[in-house]
């Protein structure tokens, strides 16, 4: 019978991973900033649209345009981490579902999650939750 449990992907920390980290935070960070401005300019549209702005559409937006600064704040913090990480960390990078093949007499402890522990996208080890 096979089942799903979750396990643990890590990494570990070499100078490709912490530069695929930084792109990709620096990706959200220029998304995040291009919807901001794309907001504003939303926000000054319906205001020269419509003399009497809702305020309502204004909190909304404001709203909106708060998330993304929040959003960059994050990442900024994540990438000030991956900075100061050292080489060589082991670092937790997801976590997801895997089959388990389970018979009569298998030991398993469905709450202890295995770990994988990859380093440059090559699996270096296995844990076992057990």
Do not use: C
Request: charged residues 35%.
């Amino acid at each position: 019978m096979q089942v799903t449990q979750k396990v643990v992907i890590k990494e570990i920390m070499t100078n490709s991973s912490k530069k695929r980290l930084k792109d990709s935070l620096a990706q959200k960070n220029d998304r995040a900033q291009k919807e901001i401005e794309q907001l504003i300019f939303q926000q000054k549209k319906l205001e020269k649209q419509f003399e009497q702005s809702n305020d309502a559409v204004k909190n909304r937006i404001n709203q909106e345009i708060n998330k993304r600064r929040q959003l960059i704040a994050q990442v900024n913090a994540q990438e000030k981490t991956i900075e100061d990480m050292p080489m060589g960390t082991e670092y937790t990078l997801r976590e997801t579902d895997m089959l388990v093949d389970l018979s009569e007499g298998s030991i398993w402890h469905p709450d202890q999650k295995p770990v994988i522990v990859l380093e440059d996208g090559m699996v270096k080890e296995i844990r076992q939750g057990w």
